[in-house]
C-alpha cells in the first residue's frame, strides 16, 4: 500500500511539472539571473577599488611632482640667501654705506667684570702692511724681549 501511494504521489508530481514546463524555464532563468547579479556586484566592486586606486595613484604623482619642485624652489632660495650673505657682497654693500674696515688702532675692546662666560680672548689685531708674521710662543717671546732690556753678562758679554 505504502509503494502504491508513493507511486501516486510521484505521478502527480511529475504531471505537475509535465503540465507547465514553464517551471523549469522560470528556475532556469532564475539560477541564472543570480548568477549575473552576484557577477555584476562583484566586477562593481571590482571597479570601484580600481577606481580608487588609480586615482590615488595619480594623487601620489602629482604629489611627488609638487614634493620635485618645491624641493627646487628651495634649493634656489638656499643659493639666493648664500649669495645675499657672501662676505664679498656684504662688504661692497658696506662700502656702499659710507663704512670702512677699522683699522687696529680704531678697535677698542670692553672688559666686563662678572661677565657670565668664560673669559675669551680677544682677536688678534691685523698686522701692518709689508710686516711679517711670526708664530713664536709667548716664552719665546718673553726671552727675546729680556735678552734685548737687560745687559748681556757672561762668557761672551760685554759686562
Known sequence: MM????????????????????????Q????????????????????????RAGTAGRDLQRYEAEKTELTRANDELRAKLAELR????????????????????QVEYVAVNNYP???QTAPAAAPAPGATRTTASL???????????????????GG
Open 117 to 119: 662666560m668664560a673669559a
Open 3 to 26: 509503494r502504491r501511494a508513493y507511486a501516486a504521489y510521484t505521478d502527480q508530481v511529475l504531471r505537475a511539472f509535465k503540465q507547465a514546463p514553464w517551471r523549469t524555464q522560470t
Open 139 to 157: 716664552g719665546d717671546w718673553l726671552t727675546e724681549a729680556l735678552r734685548h732690556w737687560l745687559p748681556q753678562t757672561g762668557p761672551g758679554g
Open 86 to 105: 657672501s662676505v664679498t657682497r656684504l662688504a661692497n654693500r658696506a662700502r656702499e654705506l659710507g663704512f670702512a674696515p677699522a683699522q687696529p688702532d
Open 28 to 51: 532556469a532563468v532564475a539560477a541564472w539571473s543570480v548568477t549575473l547579479l552576484i557577477i555584476a556586484v562583484i566586477g562593481g566592486l571590482y571597479l570601484a577599488v580600481a577606481s
